[in-house]
């Protein structure tokens, strides 16, 4: 087996490991820590030893014994305190249920800041090792385990049961797991710098946890609008930056570059997400997508059901970069003017006022009006504000042309 | 996001407080430090020595020239800095209210994000 079949599979196996030792011991920080040793040691033995014919009870068995020693350093330290506690080493059999969504829901609870529930979504569920996820974040791999660490001990104060939440909570759990899963799809977009071949994929890494997500609640309009929209996304990532690593903006995207396939199977999801009785968010803007995907070029976009669709999104999620969008879509409809009485409306918004995205896309509807000067001021401006680097030079690239085109 | 908080001493004020004072803002970074390593969110933090040993290097004539003193004359100078990775911009600016020098009339702190990273961050 290759190392990255090895490494697929210990992703594989790592929730549904972690999810059986919750089940059997309780102490979900414990068994975590556990797991995450066990996977270590088979990155390091397999590769060179050989895959066991029973993988996930390797695991399973190796996860045990280490849980059994924390548990006995645990109690030695205070006064060899009797502890209740069957020191017995997993069978070699786990049992088949699958806790992936449990386990899920777990680390993506909501008494956790955002960042923290990533970084143990990634571990717990994904299986990545501390020093992969510390990578993908630019952060110390200290820090990360800080963090990580810091999380299971909120979890843990809070109380919270080995189970599924039921009705109402646990929609609102779900929302707050599409949303993390959504952020690690993010992060492998703004995070990207340069070619790293060490560094884990977030992106297609949001995109696997997003599918088992989907392969558990295969009904839910909204799971499967985020894998729709990850995937639609996902297949335009060759055509998004040059070579260089600048960015390309959609009108002027090589779509030949697009994955087909992704694409495909995207566009069936939005579709299908669309069946059920809920609309929410993810499908929207997966329909988005998809409508941007099925547009043979730049001038074949229907931004008449792209606008329709923002209209909607505003109404269910209001938000003043759905409105900025909107605003895009408007000006491709009925000219600039209208979009830029659309912005006009998010000025008051503090939030918003210096945003480079609002400064960016004023630039861009000027420029459509004919306003040079106006549009080379708010390009600029945007090139200040953005924290990106690619999108600074794109911005700063707009700013130039225009004035290259102006008669002094 | 991350971002830097540098902290602007002016060496009068610092040399005008008590040694009482002086010991609360180092203790009171010791605690801050500690705090930020507790919540994952501290990347590194350094403190520079007296803008008094700062020397500026300048190419003149092709030839490197090297004086004493700091770049600018000025009552602040940049003492120290914290790189934290955090949340967001409220966090940050939550982050720089807690630093001790935030609380002295004289010195200020400033927040800034970070734009383009490299280097050895696996410390």
């Not at chain 2, 969110?41 to 020239?65: G, K, Y």
Request: glycine residues 6%.
């Amino acid at each position: 087996m290759t190392a990255s079949a090895i490494e697929d599979l210990l992703r594989e196996l790592t929730p549904q490991v972690l999810g059986a030792l919750v089940r059997r011991y309780g102490r979900f920080e414990g068994c975590e820590d556990a797991v995450q040793e066990a996977v270590l040691a088979a990155t390091v033995q397999w590769p060179a030893d050989g895959v066991p014919a029973n993988p996930r009870g390797w695991l399973a068995t190796v996860a045990s014994r280490r849980l059994i020693d924390q548990v006995r350093s645990d109690s030695a330290r205070r006064d060899r305190e009797e502890q209740v506690f069957a020191a017995e080493v997993m069978p070699e059999e786990v049992p088949d249920t699958d806790d992936t969504l449990v386990l899920l829901f777990l680390c993506c609870h909501p008494t956790l800041t955002a960042a923290s529930q990533t970084a143990l979504t990634l571990r717990a569920v994904g299986g990545l090792t501390t020093a992969e996820i510390a990578r993908a974040f630019l952060v110390p791999e200290a820090t990360l385990a800080a963090r990580i660490s810091r999380a299971k001990q909120r979890i843990k104060a809070a109380g919270s049961s080995f189970e599924l939440p039921e009705g109402a909570e646990r929609e609102e759990r779900l929302q707050v797991v599409l949303h993390v899963l959504y952020l690690i799809f993010n992060e492998g977009y703004t995070a990207s710098s340069g070619e790293d071949l060490d560094r884990v994929d977030l992106a297609t890494e949001a995109i696997r946890l997003t599918r088992m997500v989907h392969a558990q609640l295969p009904t839910d309009g909204e799971v499967a609008g985020l894998l729709a929209l990850m995937l639609l996304t996902h297949s335009r990532r060759e055509a998004r930056t040059t070579a260089s690593g600048d960015l390309v903006p959609l009108d002027e995207q090589d779509r030949a570059r697009w994955d087909d396939d992704l694409i495909a199977e995207g566009l069936e999801l939005a579709k299908s997400s669309l069946g059920g009785p809920e609309l929410g968010p993810y499908q929207l803007q997966a329909a988005i997508a998809a409508t941007h995907a099925v547009a043979t070029d730049a001038t074949d976009t229907d931004w008449k059901q792209i606008h329709a669709l923002y209209l909607i999104l505003e109404r269910i999620a209001p938000n003043p970069m759905v409105t900025l969008n909107r605003a895009v879509a408007l000006a491709e409809l009925e000219g600039p003017e209208a979009g830029l009485a659309v912005l006009a409306a998010l000025d008051a918004d503090e939030r918003m006022a210096k945003h480079h995205r609002l400064l960016s896309v004023r630039a861009h509807l000027l420029e459509m009006a004919g306003d040079a000067d106006g549009a080379y001021e708010n390009y600029r401006n945007a090139a200040k504000a953005t924290a990106s680097m690619a999108e600074q030079r794109y911005l700063e690239s707009r700013a130039k042309k225009l004035r290259a085109s102006q008669p002094d | 996001m991350k971002f830097v908080i540098s902290m602007h001493i002016n060496p009068a004020v610092i040399d005008a407080l008590t040694d009482e004072e002086k010991a609360a803002i180092g203790e009171g970074h010791g605690k801050f430090i500690q705090n930020l390593k507790d919540h994952g969110e501290l990347i590194l933090t350094q403190a520079l020595v007296d803008p008094s040993q700062a020397s500026v290097v300048r190419i003149r004539n092709s030839q490197p020239v090297v004086t004493d003193g700091p770049f600018l004359e000025a009552k602040e100078y940049l003492g120290g800095f914290y790189l934290i990775d955090v949340e967001d911009k409220a966090r940050a600016l939550e982050l720089a209210a807690q630093i001790p020098d935030a609380a002295i009339d004289g010195l200020g702190v400033e927040v800034r994000q970070v734009m383009f990273s490299d280097g050895q961050l696996e410390a």
